[in-house]
């Protein structure tokens, strides 16, 4: 499996959801788990995703991810599973 980390931050706006999954099914990547909330009108969501299936390169989805973010006014963010929890650790 190759697990990967995405993250979405911004103001709330109608399609973030829709527009990100839209984008990981046409590219064959698998949702393992999706966590999301809404805090006085700011959208958080972490997503951890399986890319094995994918013809996409890591910094190719992320860079594509990062466009359909600013498209729609938010920051996305893309991290290999080892970066993240290399990030993480105390």
Do not use: P, W
């Amino acid at each position: 499996m190759n697990k990967t980390i995405i993250t979405v931050v911004g103001r709330d706006t109608v399609g973030i959801i829709a527009k990100v999954c839209t984008y990981l099914a046409d590219n064959e990547i698998n949702i393992l788990d999706i966590s999301q909330t809404i805090i006085d009108g700011f959208f958080n969501m972490m997503m951890i995703v399986d890319t094995k299936a994918s013809r996409k390169a890591h910094a190719e989805m992320a860079d594509e991810l990062k466009a359909i973010g600013e498209q729609m006014g938010v920051h996305v963010l893309c991290q290999k599973e080892e970066i993240f929890d290399s990030m993480h650790r105390i």
